[in-house]
């Protein structure tokens, strides 16, 4: 399923497409069970740890992924937007680790469980994960959710952000700073 974008990213700042700049201010949702996300044209954070949606190495616990949709479909039907922030189970420096690996396939797997969850507008880079590697983990996150997920915009910190500038345009240019 292909969404359309609702979202660009210029000078790293949020764009609708018509091209109206977005202000917002994330609200973080910690407990998705327990927080609504209902006021309109809102921005949510989605907080969850790797370890909620991955209990076990490649295991996944898809009856809180079903919950997570169901969340995002309701925040949809009352005009919120949404980003997903997973937070690592452990912090690795190389790109090229199981620890690195396991967390891009949690990402990867948690975004296309909702993948028609339209008011989904991207995912959070998580200090935890990007700050301690180098940009090439930055590259892999988005390179693999771009697959199927074109849509997406990347949202982060000032010190995620410079590291996303050493992989380039391609990756930095679609990451609103925060």
């Known amino acids: 399923m292909k969404l359309d974008p609702k979202f660009e990213v210029k000078d790293n700042q949020l764009y609708t497409i018509a091209g109206e700049k ?77 620890e690195t690996e396991s967390y891009v396939a949690c990402v990867k797997h948690a975004t296309r469980r909702v993948k028609d969850c339209e008011n989904l507008c991207g995912v959070y880079l998580c200090d935890k994960f990007a700050k301690d590697g180098d940009a090439a983990k930055i590259a892999l996150l988005i390179d693999e959710l771009n697959v199927k997920h074109k849509q997406y915009v990347y949202f982060a910190g000032n010190e995620v952000l410079v590291k996303a500038k050493k992989a380039g345009e391609e990756y930095s240019g679609k990451i609103v700073a925060l």
């Open 22 to 98: 977005v202000e917002f201010k994330f609200i973080d949702v910690n407990d998705i069970e327990s927080q609504k996300a209902d006021e309109k044209n809102a921005f949510y954070c989605i907080v969850v740890d790797q370890k909620t949606i991955e209990p076990e190495t490649e295991c996944y616990n898809e009856e809180y992924l079903a919950k997570l949709r169901d969340y995002l479909k309701e925040m949809e039907e009352t005009g919120c937007y949404g980003a997903l922030h997973v937070i690592p189970e452990a912090a690795t420096e190389a790109c090229d680790t199981p």
